[in-house]
């Protein structure tokens, strides 16, 4: 079974207009990548599990919460890279599992060409980045290939 989530966030929207637009220069298209991928994992995150655990504040001991899950953020080389600063904002801890697909010219079909993996890939909660998405081909494929390596929770 398939859960696909669109994300439609007037925010999002928006930036992506001025991120599309001829005249946005080299700095302010970074900068969008890097605010819409911050935008978009905050929803994605929405459903993370969270665990109870103590904290020492200045003031005193008390109870609270983080996260439950081990994260792998997943970047398809190399147009997700740029995704990477945005990514760490919100999750500086994840770890990052590279994935290598490119387009046969041809058929025009991505192919896989290279995975690097945390060790502990099959515990951890993977997301999937990638701005570049026509067909949706390279996800299908990364999330069959991340499913082929144990991996069972997938964004």
């Not at 080299?26 to 655990?53: C, G, H, N, W």
């Amino acid at each position: 079974m398939q859960n696909i989530k669109l994300i439609s966030h007037p925010l999002i929207e928006h930036k992506l207009t001025i991120l599309r637009d001829i005249n946005t220069d080299p700095f302010q298209f970074r900068m969008l990548v890097d605010e819409i991928t911050y935008l978009m994992l905050f929803e994605a995150s929405r459903d993370f599990l969270l665990k109870d655990t103590e904290v020492t504040t200045p003031v005193a001991t008390t109870k609270s919460k983080k996260l439950a899950e081990k994260i792998m953020i997943c970047p398809v080389l190399r147009a997700a890279l740029g995704m990477l600063d945005g990514v760490f904002k919100l999750l500086p801890d994840a770890s990052v599992g590279f994935l290598g697909f490119q387009r046969d010219e041809k058929t025009l079909k991505a192919e896989f060409y290279y995975a690097k993996l945390p060790k502990d890939h099959a515990e951890r909660t993977a997301i999937i980045i990638d701005p570049m998405f026509a067909t949706g081909g390279t996800a299908i494929d990364a999330v069959k290939f991340l499913k082929s390596k144990g991996v069972e929770k997938i964004k």
